[in-house]
């Protein structure tokens, strides 16, 4: 939706593709030099210097070489590469592991409400039991310990054993970041209550809060003086999100640490049963966790492209929570991360009552309505588990702020007029709504 690609992703990955542009005369008019150098150094990694066949059903080895190399760059603590299997995105190491870790309904995974519906579609797939752990808006959608206890309590005493614990950090569709001291709650919970820690960190380029920073749960566990035998940890990444926003490009990796060889062989057989994943994915996730760095030739244009599109998410997000902050009868929590943000509607009683009347849940109703009314597009909250408050007709939307979001605009440069308009048009249809 007008968001250009990473020009020296792209330059590499066309050079992958198709190796015979670098004995091209010309290519060096093309192609920056730190792209070709790369396409080079990639290339080698590969037998016969070709990216049509298969690699290791792990993943190219040179590859995960590399990004274990950034991983451990990026933590400050080891990472070895063995522990690195490259995906076609997030989702299906997702669905692999709760493949792995449910044997029948009466296994569970606690999962924070709201959250992406990933994880309870791949819940069900599975049969598992969902248990649901409530963020706590007030607290910036921050994770409540004493709540989280109190779902895992209550599900075990009816039977359910709970294997997993899903965090999403930064949140998706919350938008918020966990601060330090509540990642390091969440560790020791799940080391004292024996749980594999499923830790979503597909957003953690998209970080806006000045006095926040992203810290991936496993530099947490290390920083603690945890190690390999004190808790289970799968971490999830994917060039889907990010600033580089290739979905398409399906890259992605899991890193599994914590477990025993013999686990992990069987880790090892599930990932076999869907040979590798694709190679251009493979090397885009090597890209962003090696991008150029300081004193490479492509490092400031690249820097330049990152900094602008992370600068145009930043200021989308400011505006749209002052927007809806604005709107009577509208709240709004601080956008601190990802690309979301996730007001609270207090509906009018007419309204719900024309909701039910459809047999609509109100905030579907609403987001239905919006839409219709603006061609503003939003997902309603109880699509993420969000439920209305049990005192007052209070719903969520989830609504989307990079240059995908409405679906009207054509290019980001013209995103922040539609946002403008778009929000005064909904002023304007909530007013009117609520006057009936």
Not at 190 to 209: F, G, H, K, P, S
């Amino acid at each position: 939706m007008g968001q250009r690609p990473n020009k020296f992703f792209r330059e590499v990955l066309a050079l992958c593709d198709y190796p015979h542009l670098l004995e091209q005369s010309g290519t060096n008019s093309l192609f920056s030099s730190g792209a070709i150098a790369r396409a080079r150094e990639i290339l080698d990694l590969f037998p016969g210097r070709a990216t049509g066949g298969y690699s290791h059903s792990q993943g190219t080895e040179g590859l995960r070489d590399i990004i274990a190399a950034g991983i451990a760059a990026r933590d400050n603590f080891p990472c070895n590469a063995d522990d690195i299997f490259l995906t076609d995105g997030a989702a299906p190491p997702v669905h692999m592991m709760m493949h792995l870790l449910i044997r029948d309904k009466k296994d569970g995974i606690l999962c924070p409400v709201p959250s992406h519906s990933l994880y309870t579609s791949a819940m069900l797939l599975q049969g598992a039991t969902l248990v649901p752990y409530f963020l706590d808006e007030s607290r910036g959608w921050g994770v409540s310990m004493s709540d989280l206890k109190k779902q895992l309590d209550s599900a075990r005493s009816m039977g359910v054993f709970v294997r997993g614990l899903v965090v999403i950090n930064p949140g998706n569709p919350t938008g918020h970041v966990l601060v330090e001291e509540n990642q390091r709650e969440i560790v020791d919970f799940c080391r004292n209550e024996d749980l594999v820690l499923l830790a979503d960190e597909v957003y953690q380029e998209n970080i806006y809060a000045d006095e926040k920073g992203f810290h991936s749960f496993k530099k947490i566990a290390r920083s603690m003086g945890y190690g390999e035998g004190d808790i289970s940890l799968v971490s999830f990444h994917s060039v889907s999100n990010g600033y580089y926003g290739e979905c398409g490009r399906r890259g992605g990796y899991m890193e599994v640490t914590g477990f025993n060889s013999d686990v992990k062989k069987q880790v090892y057989k599930v990932v076999s049963l869907s040979s590798c994943s694709n190679i251009s994915g493979q090397i885009l996730m090597s890209l962003v966790m090696n991008p150029p760095q300081v004193g490479d030739e492509s490092y400031a244009s690249y820097q330049a492209e990152r900094d602008g599109v992370l600068s145009s998410f930043a200021r989308c997000a400011e505006a749209m929570v002052r927007s809806f902050n604005g709107l009577e009868g509208v709240t709004c929590s601080e956008a601190e991360g990802a690309v979301f943000v996730f007001p609270s509607v207090r509906l009018p009683k007419k309204a719900v009552a024309a909701a039910e009347a459809s047999n609509t849940q109100p905030d579907a109703f609403y987001a239905l309505r919006l839409l219709e009314t603006t061609g503003i597009v939003v997902v309603p909250g109880s699509v993420f588990g969000q439920v209305s408050a049990v005192t007052e007709p209070k719903f969520s939307v989830a609504f989307c702020f990079f240059s995908g979001a409405l679906i009207r605009c054509s290019s980001a440069t013209f995103f922040s007029r539609c946002m403008e308009r778009g929000i005064s048009d909904a002023r304007s249809c909530h007013t009117k709504r609520r006057r009936r």
